[in-house]
């Protein structure tokens, strides 16, 4: 059948089920969150003579937990307006609704009883067809499903969303065997498509696929941590970003996700796996019993493997010493590998580097590996039939850069196999027999696709969906043009991609280049250009430490060339004759926004936080944000309204270095175009949706656009309203003196100089005011010393 979900039912307002109402809501889905009644009044409820028949106090349990979720950071909406989605109500009055919602969503205490008896309100009103799931994250999904209806069980299903559900991208698809195969693929693709999430189909056993890897993972760290006598601060040195694994490393993350909930997860398995040939690693070592007996459960008490205080000195976090349980300042462990490591920015090459290593970090890496990969081998076939599976489950739901199996490539499988061994550990028989057939890989790219190894059939077997998800280093031998730092890749269809990588994607010489010659050769060879890269950003802006260098160095002749490539690079992709699609994601930066500014279209994740940011760090927008957001304005300017309002949004916008939290925002910014550009919700699908867009441009019959002459600007006009503005603000001690001064600078570009009247412009014209002023800003004594701090500790002083 052909299903449409517009109505969602979420049942259960914790913490898991407000945010998974938010994250539906926040994609256009019609909401209703319920929960119980509260069973008695609270003071103020008292003090206003309600009753608990009083809709206000049936409601407020749900009411509350919204709203403390709405107010939570890091946000689980993408704007503040998609709440008006979410409806709520209470089970006792308002269970009978279901009836009209397509997908009833189960989000209640982790307790198999009251989850049976919700599931018994659920039948009386629930209409035959209609998708039932559950979002546990530890009870058997097949125990659900007794005594209920086969029409119920044939739509019943597992849908474990992890914490929280609009960042972590995970969503794990967990049948019965009696879950009807046509439910079991929509939610694979809708949780793909729609709610931008990588869906893995798990089996029904304990801790499903990432948290029972994640969680060994975590306990292995504990138990090599002991051999070792290794600390807190090294673990986390060890186990973060310098391995491709998220900030929070090992002990943070079990302080945010609740250490009771890991040793929950960990007694788990070792209750419930008594085949587990690891079965050990599981054990809750003494350390962590005590830190659970203390109530030191991590962010929720307030205190676990960290400590948060606040003395004189401002606050300061404190390390947990596990030998003897007192707190102390965090230790800044010194490793040299790690050292030598830093600077490397290819995460394959820095794991290579490390895991070859002698020293303790290099013993510790070898260690983690060993019991890894050997623990991922004998999974499967138990918790997943394929090894990709486990992968996928890793990075969305752990925020694993690479996957065990991918890292395991990385190091080797025969030489890893004999590592293993020498630890006395084992693999997997089928990882014998697969070498023993000369097969030396889990993975192979082949003609631009990402190929794993099926192990029933001993073969290669494309990854699924392989069409709707492009991954540029799958591209390898199609490589048309590069240098230092840029890749020029034929991704087909006569559309090629340009993908950098610097430090944070920054945008200096060499991407510039990369920019022009990308254009350059696709108008000679092929239909169109996408410009987006797999980074974890998509670019942090342009270059500051070069600016830096040479606006205190005085080469201003330099710098004045450099900001002329900026802006005739960013003008070239907005009048090229070929389609430009930019495919932005995560940081999107100063430089990196401008050349979204000037896309033909923008194909943005939904997680990009783009914005003009250089106010910041005391310069304007000099890559032609200025200028286009002027022109923006321009456009904005119809008769009957007054024309410095548009003016006034777009100066703020750029005046106060305003970042959208989501792509959803920078529609509301200006920055993104509706009806022009779009979003992808799942950055997997990004490029190749950027490359469709470009596809259907050049099929539209693309035309090279004609440069504006045209541009509205108001003038001393204009000016006298901004500069009203600036000047109030810096009288009520919102800005500082450099800060007017920035803010000044921008107005006069934006508002087209000291012209007398409103007049029309080029953008030429913009271009040249643009870059007078920013050369002129760079050198200023405080802006120099804004510049020197962002490259020092990567935040600009107030000066």
């Not at 007192?326 to 490390?354: C, H, N, T, W």
């Not at 600016?547 to 080469?555: G, N, Y």
């Amino acid at each position: 059948m052909k299903r449409h979900i517009n109505k969602v039912a979420v049942l259960g307002s914790g913490v898991m089920g407000s945010r998974i109402a938010a994250h539906f809501a926040g994609i256009g889905v019609q909401v209703l969150l319920l929960d119980i009644a509260p069973k008695e009044l609270n003071d103020a409820e008292k003090a206003k003579n309600l009753t608990l028949d009083s809709p206000a106090v049936k409601n407020r349990i749900v009411n509350e937990a919204l709203q403390a979720a709405i107010k939570s950071n890091p946000s689980p909406v993408y704007t503040k307006a998609v709440v008006k989605r979410i409806r709520t109500g209470n089970f006792t009055d308002d269970m009978k609704q279901i009836a009209d919602y397509d997908w009833i969503i189960e989000v209640v205490v982790e307790n198999l009883d009251i989850k049976k008896s919700v599931f018994t309100e659920v039948e009386k009103y629930r209409k035959p067809g209609t998708l039932i799931t559950s979002n546990t994250s530890g009870i058997p999904i097949h125990l659900m499903t007794a005594g209920r209806s086969e029409d119920f069980q044939k739509h019943f299903c597992g849908t474990h969303f992890f914490n929280p559900p609009r960042y972590l991208r995970l969503l794990e698809i967990i049948p019965t065997p009696h879950t009807d195969p046509e439910v079991v693929d929509f939610l694979m693709h809708y949780g793909d498509l729609y709610l931008g999430k990588t869906t893995v189909l798990c089996k029904d056993t304990p801790a499903f696929i990432a948290n029972r890897v994640g969680v060994f993972s975590i306990m292995a760290i504990f138990h090599i941590m002991e051999e070792m006598s290794l600390g807190i601060d090294e673990i986390d040195v060890l186990t973060g970003p310098i391995i491709g694994r998220p900030k929070s490393a090992t002990f943070r993350t079990a302080d945010v996700v609740g250490i009771d909930t890991l040793v929950k997860v960990a007694k788990g398995v070792m209750d419930n796996c008594p085949d587990d040939e690891a079965i050990s690693i599981f054990k809750i070592p003494p350390f962590l019993q005590t830190v659970v007996d203390n109530k030191w459960l991590g962010d929720k008490t307030g205190q676990g493997f960290y400590k948060k205080t606040k003395g004189a000195g401002g606050s300061e976090i404190l390390t947990l010493n596990l030998q003897t349980m007192e707190y102390g300042p965090k230790q800044r462990p010194k490793f040299g590998s790690i050292d030598a490591a830093k600077p490397v920015e290819d995460l394959k090459q820095r794991i290579r580097m490390l895991a070859a290593a002698t020293d303790k970090a290099g013993q510790f890496y070898q260690q983690f590996h060993a019991y890894l990969f050997s623990y991922v081998s004998h999974r499967i076939p138990e918790i997943a039939d394929d090894l990709y599976k486990v992968d996928d489950a890793m990075k969305a739901g752990f925020g694993w850069e690479i996957g065990a199996f991918e890292t395991w490539d990385l190091l080797g499988v025969e030489a890893s196999v004999k590592l293993i061994e020498a630890k006395g550990l084992t693999v997997a028989p089928w990882v014998k027999e697969m070498l023993a057939k000369g097969i030396k890989q889990f993975y192979k790219a082949e003609n631009g696709k990402k190929l794993y190894y099926d192990i029933p059939s001993q073969t290669y077997k494309p990854l699924p969906g392989e069409g709707s998800f492009l991954i540029l280093e799958n591209f390898s031998n199609n490589i048309v043009w590069k240098n230092s730092a840029c890749n020029l890749y034929d991704i087909g269809d006569g559309v090629v991609c340009l993908d950098w990588k610097t430090k944070m994607n920054t945008i200096g010489g060499e991407v510039l280049e990369g920019v022009n010659k990308a254009v350059d050769r696709a108008e000679k060879d092929f239909r169109g250009l996408v410009i987006g890269n797999d980074g974890t950003n998509f670019s942090a802006g342009a270059n500051v430490g070069m600016i830096f260098m040479l606006a205190a160095e005085q080469e201003y002749d330099e710098l004045d060339m450099a900001v002329r490539l900026f802006q005739k690079t960013t003008m070239r992709l907005r009048y090229s004759a070929i389609p430009v699609v930019v495919a932005p994601h995560a940081l999107t930066l100063g430089g990196g926004c401008e050349m979204c500014l000037h896309a033909d279209k923008v194909q943005a994740s939904a997680e990009t936080y783009i914005g003009l940011v250089e106010l910041g760090i005391g310069v304007i927008p000099g890559g032609g944000g200025s200028k286009e957001m002027a022109l923006r304005a321009s456009n904005e300017f119809i008769e009957g309204r007054i024309e410095e309002e548009p003016l006034k949004d777009r100066f703020m916008t750029v005046a106060t270095a305003k970042v959208a939290t989501s792509a959803h925002e920078g529609f509301d910014m200006g920055v993104l175009r509706p009806g022009i550009d779009e979003i992808t919700m799942n950055p997997g699908r990004l490029i190749a949706d950027a490359k469709r867009s470009v596809i259907a441009l050049a099929d539209e019959g693309y035309t090279r656009p004609v440069e504006r002459q045209d541009v509205k600007v108001l003038g001393r006009t204009g000016m006298g309203m901004l500069l009203t503005g600036i000047y109030s603000m810096q009288f009520g001690h919102y800005i500082s003196e450099h800060d007017a001064k920035v803010a000044g600078k921008l107005a006069y570009v934006m508002c087209g100089g000291d012209l007398s009247e409103a007049s029309l412009v080029s953008e030429q014209y913009l271009l040249n005011l643009e870059r007078e002023a920013f050369l002129s800003l760079c050198g200023e004594r405080k802006t120099l010393e804004r510049l020197q701090s962002v490259i020092k500790t990567g935040k600009p002083i107030r000066n």
